[in-house]
């Protein structure tokens, strides 16, 4: 049973509007949550996150939102660049770090970003 | 900044042969982690291990082994490959549970078990 769920395999925008990633998850127990960003041949690398105190975090482009009621969370990007292509992880954890901070992962959601 | 390295970047290997995948980090990280990804799947917990000469289980540790005997260096072991360990395999490194520190990976070993 997965607890943390990417519900769009891919997702295809232009140039300079906005991606908008979904991510939901079914353990009310998650209490912090991480987007990676993966590009091919190459390892995750960290993105985004928020604690389950927040319902929104920026950097940058990069905008994270938790809506804990409904379990979900979203990436914004805005605005989208051709090097935003890549494949976009939702990760989740219960506590910060260590045996307590075991990442849950999605499957992953492949952003397509055309000039 | 070499942060994660992985070795080797790719194996192939016969059923029942055995390997070891080896993970180094120069940042003097206290937590290490290795992670399979498969087809169309995120990233799975294999086992982890929060300092030096610990290991803990993950969500999949069936048929895997590992070892930190040094801090910088966590290696994971195939005892007797099969072909269901075809997989990329993912190091990563995160400095401790104090604060929210984020997962640093390295770019994966693909293996593939004939």
């Known amino acids: 049973d997965q607890q943390v769920k990417q519900n769009s395999p891919s997702l295809s925008v232009q140039e300079g509007r906005i991606s908008i990633l979904n991510c939901d998850y079914t353990?009310?127990?998650?209490?912090?949550f991480l987007w990676y960003k993966k590009y091919p041949a190459e390892g995750p690398t960290f993105l985004i996150s928020?604690?389950?105190?927040?319902d929104k975090n920026e950097d940058g482009r990069f905008t994270v939102f938790l809506n804990k009621s409904a379990k979900h969370l979203s990436l914004h990007i805005v605005p989208s660049q051709p090097g935003d292509s890549a494949v976009y992880f939702c990760?989740?954890?219960?506590?910060?770090?260590?045996?307590?901070?075991?990442?849950?992962f999605g499957k992953g959601t492949k952003l397509s970003v055309k000039p | 900044n070499a942060g994660v390295t992985q070795t080797p970047k790719f194996r192939v290997l016969k059923t029942g042969q055995s390997m070891t995948l080896l993970c180094a980090q120069d940042?003097?990280?206290?937590?290490m982690y290795w992670y399979r990804q498969d087809p169309g799947m995120g990233l799975r917990l294999i086992h982890y291990?929060?300092?030096?000469?610990?290991?803990a289980k993950g969500e999949v540790p069936d048929g895997y082994n590992v070892s930190r005997l040094k801090k910088q260096n966590f290696l994971l072991g195939l005892e007797s490959a099969a072909p269901s360990q075809t997989s990329v395999y993912f190091c990563?490194?995160?400095?401790?549970?104090?604060?929210?520190?984020?997962?640093?990976f390295g770019d994966g070993t693909r293996l593939s078990i004939l």
């Open positions: 291990s929060v300092g030096e000469g610990t290991t």
């Open positions: 928020i604690s389950s105190i927040k």
């Open positions: 990760a989740a954890s219960v506590g910060y770090g260590g045996s307590q901070g075991n990442l849950i």
């Open positions: 940042m003097n990280h206290e937590y």
């Open positions: 353990n009310s127990m998650f209490d912090y």
């Open positions: 990563a490194s995160s400095r401790d549970s104090k604060l929210n520190q984020p997962q640093h």
